[in-house]
C-alpha cells in the first residue's frame, strides 16, 4: 500500500469512529445476507467536513487508477451510491446518470435518468459493494440502452464475493478500501476489539 494510501485509509477510518458508522450484531442485507456487523456509509454525507475528505480521497484514486478519458459518463446506483456519484461527477467534470431500482411506468419509462446515448462509456460508482447484485442490475439496465460498462469504483469492499461476481459479467470492480484493511487499521486505533476484528475477518472468509 502506498504511503498516501496508508494515510487516506487512517483518515478513512477516523472518519468512521466519528460517525459511529460500525455496529455490531445481527442485521439482513438488501440481499437478504445475514452479517454480525453493519458499516452504515450513507452517514457520511450528513458530515460536510467528512464528505469533503471523502470525495476527495475518491476523486484522487479515480483519476489515478482509471483515469478520466477511460469513461465518459457516471451513474450512481440507488440509492446510497447517488450522493458519492454525483459530487464526484461533479468535481471530474463528468455528466452524472442514475438508473432507478423499479422500471418508471410514466413518460420516456426509461430506467436509465440522463442523457445516455448509445457507445457511453459509463462507470458505476456505489459507496460499498457486498454481494455485487445492486451493481450488476444497474450495468445491466446501461447496456440494455445502449451503455458500454466495463468498470465500477466503489468505497469500500466488504470483500464477499461482489468483486467476483462483477467480474464474470465483464465488469472490473475498482475500490478505494477492503474492510479486512479497514477492520485492521480500527482495531490499531482502539475502536474495535480483537473478537471484533476476528468477526469482520470471519464474515470475510466465510464468504469467499
Same mark, same amino acid.
Given at each position: 500500500?502506498?504511503?498516501?494510501?496508508?494515510?487516506?485509509? %487512517?483518515?478513512?477510518?477516523?472518519?468512521?469512529?466519528?460517525?459511529?458508522?460500525?455496529?455490531?450484531?445481527?442485521?439482513?442485507?438488501?440481499?437478504?445476507? &445475514?452479517? +454480525?456487523?453493519?458499516?452504515?456509509? =450513507?452517514?457520511?454525507?450528513?458530515? +460536510?467536513?467528512?464528505?469533503?475528505?471523502?470525495? $476527495?480521497?475518491?476523486?484522487?484514486?479515480?483519476?489515478?487508477? #482509471?483515469?478520466?478519458?477511460?469513461?465518459?459518463?457516471?451513474?450512481?446506483?440507488?440509492?446510497?451510491?447517488? +450522493?458519492?456519484?454525483?459530487? #464526484?461527477?461533479?468535481?471530474?467534470?463528468?455528466?452524472?446518470?442514475?438508473? =432507478?431500482?423499479? &422500471? @418508471?411506468?410514466?413518460? @420516456?419509462?426509461?430506467? !436509465? $435518468?440522463? !442523457?445516455?446515448?448509445?457507445?457511453?462509456?459509463?462507470?458505476?460508482?456505489?459507496?460499498?459493494?457486498?454481494?455485487?447484485?445492486?451493481?450488476?442490475?444497474?450495468?445491466?439496465?446501461? @447496456?440494455? /440502452?445502449?451503455?458500454?460498462? $466495463?468498470?465500477?469504483?466503489?468505497?469500500?469492499?466488504?470483500? $464477499?464475493?461482489?468483486?467476483?461476481?462483477?467480474? /464474470?459479467? %465483464?465488469?472490473?470492480?475498482?475500490?478505494?478500501?477492503?474492510?479486512?484493511? !479497514?477492520?485492521? /487499521?480500527?482495531?490499531?486505533?482502539?475502536?474495535?476489539?480483537? %473478537?471484533?476484528?476476528?468477526?469482520?475477518?470471519?464474515?470475510?472468509?466465510?464468504?469467499?
Amino acid at each position: 500500500m502506498s504511503k498516501d494510501k496508508e494515510v487516506a485509509e %487512517d483518515e478513512f477510518c477516523r472518519i468512521l469512529m466519528k460517525i459511529n458508522a460500525l455496529e455490531f450484531g445481527t442485521f439482513k442485507l438488501s440481499s437478504g445476507r &445475514v452479517t +454480525p456487523y453493519y458499516l452504515d456509509l =450513507r452517514l457520511i454525507p450528513s458530515f +460536510p467536513d467528512a464528505f469533503h475528505r471523502i470525495i $476527495e480521497f475518491c476523486a484522487t484514486f479515480v483519476k489515478h487508477e #482509471l483515469h478520466t478519458q477511460s469513461f465518459d459518463k457516471i451513474a450512481g446506483i440507488p440509492i446510497a451510491g447517488i +450522493p458519492l456519484a454525483s459530487i #464526484l461527477a461533479f468535481q471530474l467534470d463528468k455528466p452524472f446518470l442514475y438508473v =432507478r431500482q423499479g &422500471v @418508471r411506468l410514466h413518460g @420516456r419509462k426509461r430506467r !436509465v $435518468e440522463g !442523457v445516455l446515448i448509445s457507445g457511453d462509456r459509463v462507470l458505476l460508482v456505489d459507496d460499498l459493494i457486498t454481494t455485487g447484485l445492486s451493481l450488476k442490475r444497474t450495468a445491466t439496465a446501461i @447496456r440494455s /440502452e445502449g451503455g458500454i460498462v $466495463e468498470d465500477a469504483f466503489v468505497l469500500l469492499d466488504r470483500e $464477499e464475493g461482489g468483486a467476483k461476481r462483477l467480474a /464474470e459479467t %465483464d465488469v472490473k470492480v475498482h475500490s478505494l478500501f477492503k474492510i479486512s484493511g !479497514v477492520a485492521e /487499521e480500527l482495531n490499531e486505533l482502539n475502536a474495535i476489539t480483537e %473478537d471484533q476484528l476476528r468477526t469482520i475477518l470471519k464474515q470475510v472468509k466465510k464468504q469467499k
